[in-house]
């Protein structure tokens, strides 16, 4: 995709054209998967950012990284095994040992001033939740597609979308309750490491989702197969 660089352009399709805006746009807070399908400048007014500048940023990571392969390019079969080979994976694989990392910490640390309270309990709703997700998914939603039957998934996917907007509001709720994932400076090993895990868990999902809701979906829905 030859995409200009340009305020006018949309978070959504700025992060499919260069794989590199992703990595900008969360930096700066930039919500380009659940809220992308809105103007650069829109979304920089809210933040009080140089929509320039930031588009600055991205032309440069972009030349750095080079010739990345974007699964944009890709046919839906191939975006689908990503996203459960890699994605759904790696979902099923942490977020238990998020669960059990946040318990430690609030029982270790329970008689601290600064102990992420209620974390646990958070980071264990959302685990529910997020596999529940993964399951419609892979034996709702994907098959239909892989059939050849985008275009009567109309409904499943508004539905998947709305969930994914409260994966959103759930990642916000995460960095209230760990003060921005930034660890105290009396955080043990355990916490230092719970914070950079949820904080990588924050990217992924944000990959994830992008790719879904602005590659995924929108092929699916208006061109099939």
Known sequence: MNLPLQPESTLADLAVAYPAASRVFRRHGLDYCCHGRRPVSEACAEKGIDPAAVLTEVAAEARTAGDVETMADQPIPAIVERIIGWYHARLRTELP??????????????????????????????????????????????????????????????????????????????????????????ACTTWRALYLRLDELEAELMEHVHLENNVLFRRALCAGM
């Open 97 to 186: 040992l998020l669960v059990q990392m946040a318990r430690k910490v609030e029982g270790v640390h329970a008689e601290k001033e600064s102990v992420p309270r209620g974390l646990a309990e958070h980071v264990e709703g959302l685990s529910r939740e997020l596999i529940d997700h993964l399951d419609k998914e892979e034996q709702g939603l994907f098959p239909m597609l892989l059939s050849g039957r985008g275009g009567q998934a109309a409904a499943q996917v508004q539905s998947l979308e709305r969930e994914h907007e409260d994966v959103a509001l759930a990642l916000q709720k995460t960095r209230a309750l760990t003060t921005d994932l930034v660890p105290p400076a009396e």
